[in-house]
């Protein structure tokens, strides 16, 4: 009775054709898009849709790092926080850091501390603010993304863009990028982040029951998921700092043709050769001030 | 906990050995620690055991109260896990709220038993809806040697096991073991430099750039992970860490088993 039962939800998750619930294959992402720059007072920022995702990220520093005592003469401490808003879920969350939240903030910030130039910046400290404000889960795989346009936004030195993304396994199928429902009554999730131009894996976490072979797939579905991931985030910055020939003409106009007067007087001496020609000017630029 | 400092001489000394394949206790690599486990070492709780992994040494109490279950699992018992730091196991803890660390470790702990499957919790049901079995797992660091991860999960599996459902003085019937289905080990590496040190002691976790956490079932499957510290791995370095894990995890098992 519970076998069948068990069975009846994993055809709900994944069908016998690969279709999950939301028509995505088991290699498909949700829709993802990022924007850099979006909040005013931050040093730098970025906004993130990841599905039913919507997350923020804003950076400040490198600045003084406060409490002073947990300054680090040598480099620079990266600081995360992640958040959820009270009614970013369907039943409130208690405002303020849980202890998933604790976890998943000392995750992220250790993950970014590999890539930021920390030895730059000695006694300061690079904070990272992630408020999740929709979540539909995968959103310390969202926040990250985002918050390393945000990284890249506030002008912070760092190796290369971290990008992550979770995969996992729902009716004994291996699957990237599970939504809500998927990691509800999913099997296992396994979140990672990676550094765009090594693949090193700076972040990686998993819960339920996976094989060695079902976990080397999953990796590689995210491994793969990065790469769309990194083009979304360089696309976002682009996006941000590219500017059109149109837009540098109408900020900063070409250079009305200069004053004849100093012209006359620089090349003067080379086109005329008459040294009579230069008294003049030199006598209406000095005479008055002589007086 | 990160405030300890490694000379670097001590650093190039736990390198150049790793180099050759050796370590400061004369451990190869992928060698745990010699693993002790006293079971039933507290008289006042459900169930309890005294772990130790070299010289760091933790004590699990299992407390066990009724209560209501969560509302979107109406007819399982409920599982928590929580670390205390105390300051008597190192001049660098303090007393006070859970720090990070703690939290972390506390939360892989739990991972690796919860997702393993270890309790059968839906056998903690006492009315659905109303009224489940809690159970507390409560860790407490005794004396801290390094690699609290594993010690704490050791010594929370062996506790577990020895638990008695406290059923009688709750007017619930007859007391009986708690229902113990699945056993996790948990095998945590540190990588310095190019080279991964299982189980690692204090010095080596303190010079460690990065921290890998696998815990697997007695099918070998990989039940939790969890990857700590500033530094990364390589997709490889992480299948052969799983891989290890499950070796190591064979011949822990039956240590926690107590057979």
Same mark, same amino acid.
């Given at each position: /009775?519970?076998?069948?039962?068990? #069975? ?61 005592? #947990? ?12 958040? /959820?808003?009270? !009614?970013?879920? *369907? ?9 998933? *939240? ?6 992220? *910030? ?6 930021? !130039?920390? =030895? ?22 969202? &926040? ?23 995969? &996992? ?12 429902? =998927? ?15 090594? &693949? =090193?894996?700076?972040?990686?976490? /998993?819960?339920?029951?996976?094989? !060695?072979?079902? !976990? ?7 491994? &793969? ?16 700092? *590219?500017?059109?020939?149109?837009? #540098? ?39 008055? =001030?002589?007086? | ?199 690692? %002691?204090? %010095? ?56």
């Amino acid at each position: /009775m519970e076998d069948i039962e068990h #069975i009846e939800k994993e055809m709900k998750l994944i069908d016998e054709n690969g279709v999950r619930l939301d028509g995505r294959k088991f290699d498909q992402l949700r829709p993802i898009r990022i924007e850099a720059g979006v909040l005013k007072r931050a040093d730098g920022s970025a906004y993130i849709e990841w599905g039913g995702n919507k997350v923020l990220a804003a950076v400040y520093g490198p600045r003084e790092a406060h409490p002073r005592h #947990i300054q680090d003469p040598a480099r620079a401490l990266v600081q995360c926080r992640y958040n /959820m808003a009270p !009614f970013s879920v *369907s039943d409130r969350k208690r405002p303020g850091p849980d202890r998933r *939240s604790v976890e998943i903030s000392k995750v992220i *910030s250790e993950a970014f501390s590999s890539v930021v !130039f920390k =030895e730059q910046f000695p006694r300061t400290s690079v904070d990272i603010f992630i408020e999740v404000l929709q979540a539909d889960a995968g959103t310390r795989c969202a &926040g990250l993304t985002a918050a390393s346009v945000a990284l890249a936004d506030a002008g912070v030195p760092m190796r290369d863009l971290v990008a992550a993304c979770a995969s &996992g396994k729902i009716g004994g199928v291996v699957c990237l990028d599970l939504n809500k429902e =998927e990691d509800n009554f999913g099997d296992a999730d396994c979140p990672m982040a990676v550094v765009h131009g090594t &693949g =090193e894996i700076v972040l990686l976490q /998993m819960d339920g029951h996976l094989t !060695f072979d079902e !976990f080397q797939k999953a990796m590689e579905l995210s491994l &793969g998921a990065a790469d769309r991931l990194f083009e979304l985030q360089r696309d976002a910055l682009r996006r941000r700092y *590219s500017v059109t020939l149109e837009e #540098i003409l109408r900020e900063s106009p070409p250079p009305v043709a200069p004053p004849p007067e100093p012209e006359d007087r620089d090349f003067a001496p080379v086109e005329e050769p008459g040294p009579q020609d230069e008294a003049p000017p030199r006598d209406e630029d000095f005479g008055p =001030e002589g007086i | 906990m990160s405030e300890e400092i490694v000379s670097d001489l001590m650093r190039a000394h736990i390198y150049r050995l790793a180099q050759r394949g050796e370590r400061v206790d004369g451990r190869g690599l992928d060698e745990p620690r010699k693993l002790t486990v006293e079971r039933r070492y507290v008289g006042t709780a459900e169930g309890s055991a005294r772990a130790k992994l070299g010289n760091t040494d933790v004590l699990v109490g299992i407390k066990m109260s009724t209560g209501e279950p969560y509302p979107d699992t109406p007819d399982t018992g409920v599982l928590s896990t929580s670390l205390e730091l105390v300051p008597m196991a190192s001049p660098t803890f303090e007393a006070g709220p859970p720090r990070p660390e703690a939290i972390e470790i506390a939360r892989v702990v739990d991972r690796g038993i919860r997702e393993s499957k270890m309790v059968n919790v839906e056998k903690l049901c006492i009315k659905p809806k109303e009224k489940v079995w809690i159970l507390f797992i409560d860790i407490h660091v005794l004396d801290y040697d390094g690699n609290l991860f594993d010690v704490g999960s050791y010594g929370a599996t062996a506790a577990l096991a020895s638990t008695i459902v406290p059923a009688k003085a709750q007017g619930l019937g007859e007391d009986f073991p708690l229902p113990v289905e699945h056993w996790p080990v948990s095998v945590t590496f540190a990588k310095i430099k190019d080279l991964i040190l299982l189980d690692p %002691d204090l %010095d080596e976790e303190r010079m460690a750039e990065a921290r890998l956490t696998v815990t697997t079932d007695e099918n070998g499957d990989i039940r939790a992970m969890q990857k700590g510290l500033s530094g990364s791995f390589s997709f490889d370095e992480v299948k052969r860490c799983i891989e290890t894990s499950q070796k190591v995890g064979r011949q822990i098992r039956p240590i926690l088993q107590g057979s």
